[in-house]
């Protein structure tokens, strides 16, 4: 279940954010809340146990920033650059991220409870026991990421791209649907039901190039 603000353990110690967001900023124990950042440029800054809550950002550059233990809720990320950005330990609770370039990012230690992605671009991402719960992924794009220990129970998978990903103890078992663009070839090391095999089964063999007829 997710946590609410009060569970975190570092919520006691949580002050409000002064002044704006800045490029190669240290935020440690800080508590963003009931904003909207225009334009913001947070290029290699670190945030550290820190909860950022009913927020959204629109557009700009937040890519190689660090986040280290911190708690999103209700966030909603527009247009904004995520690119190289690294995640550890890191709870996404009730947001949404639209139209955003995550390439090359590390994702690890990560669940997201009742999330939107949509058209989100995680190629060459490195996603490493990353749980999304109850979420929807339209068009996200992990052509070349490596996942590993990654699950999708209760998600909806729309029109999602693996083309030449790696995949190792990855399980769409408990995934609502199981909508894959492209990129079947690459499911090795994926767990799948037995309808999600039915379901699959004519792009399968669409992609090996077999013919099937009555």
Not at 127 to 148: H, I, P, Q, Y
């Amino acid at each position: 279940m997710p946590r609410e603000l009060e569970d975190l353990p570092y919520a006691p110690y949580l002050e409000p954010l002064t002044g704006g967001l800045e490029r190669e900023g240290d935020y440690d124990g800080v508590h963003l809340r009931d904003a909207t950042l225009d334009d913001v440029n947070t290029v290699g800054a670190r945030f550290m146990e820190s909860a950022v809550q009913q927020v959204t950002i629109n557009d700009g550059r937040m890519d190689r920033t660090r986040y280290n233990d911190v708690w999103f809720h209700t966030v909603r990320w527009i247009g904004v650059n995520l690119a190289e950005t690294d995640w550890f330990d890191v709870e996404v609770i009730s947001s949404a991220m639209s139209g955003v370039p995550m390439f090359g990012s590390k994702v690890h230690q990560v669940v997201f409870h009742n999330c939107k992605l949509d058209s989100v671009n995680l190629r060459s991402a490195t996603l490493r026991n990353v749980t999304f719960d109850d979420c929807l992924l339209r068009e996200v794009d992990f052509a070349g990421a490596t996942l590993k220990e990654v699950s999708f129970p209760g998600s909806e998978l729309e029109e999602v791209r693996f083309d030449k990903a790696q995949l190792a103890k990855v399980d769409f078992r408990g995934a609502r649907s199981l909508g894959i663009a492209d990129g079947l070839e690459s499911l090795r090391g994926a767990t799948i039901s037995m309808s999600q095999l039915f379901d699959l089964a004519p792009r399968m063999a669409q992609s090996l190039g077999i013919s099937v007829r009555d």
